[in-house]
């Protein structure tokens, strides 16, 4: 339950960060943060893997780069869902470059924050 919680914050920061990169993500609040990267984190988690495997073909001829679409995918859909609950902020106004864009920063940060916090480590360290 711990290890969760940390990829959890890990993914808000990532989240946070593309939002103030990116222009064309908004996020408003901590509150809209932690509901996005929950869902984020739920959709990668749980569709993620049956779109990775459905798009293996492209994958192996674009040598790995449809990741990207296939994260930004999961950013914009993200966006559809958090459009239907109320009282969150977040919205990607485009798909080619600002879901694109967001889903590079946030794939670039969460593997940053992976170097120097590992949520299995901390998980055992709680545990004692």
């Known amino acids: 339950m711990v290890a969760f919680l940390v990829r959890w914050a890990m993914l808000a920061v990532a989240v946070w960060v593309a939002a103030e990169m990116v222009d064309g993500i908004h996020l408003g609040g901590w509150q809209s943060t932690v509901v996005v990267a929950l869902i984020l984190g739920l959709l990668n988690a749980s569709i993620k893997p049956i779109l ?35 009282d969150l902020e977040f919205q990607v106004d485009d798909f080619w470059w600002d879901a694109i864009w967001g889903a590079i920063i946030i794939s670039i940060v969460t593997w940053a924050l992976g170097l ?8 055992r360290r709680v545990a004692r």
């Open 52 to 86: 990775f495997w459905l798009s293996l073909p492209f994958t192996i001829v674009t040598f790995g780069l449809f990741l990207i679409v296939l994260n930004a995918i999961m950013l914009w859909l993200t966006d559809w869902i958090a459009g239907h609950i109320n």
């Open 116 to 123: 120097f916090v590992k949520p299995e480590r901390v998980a």
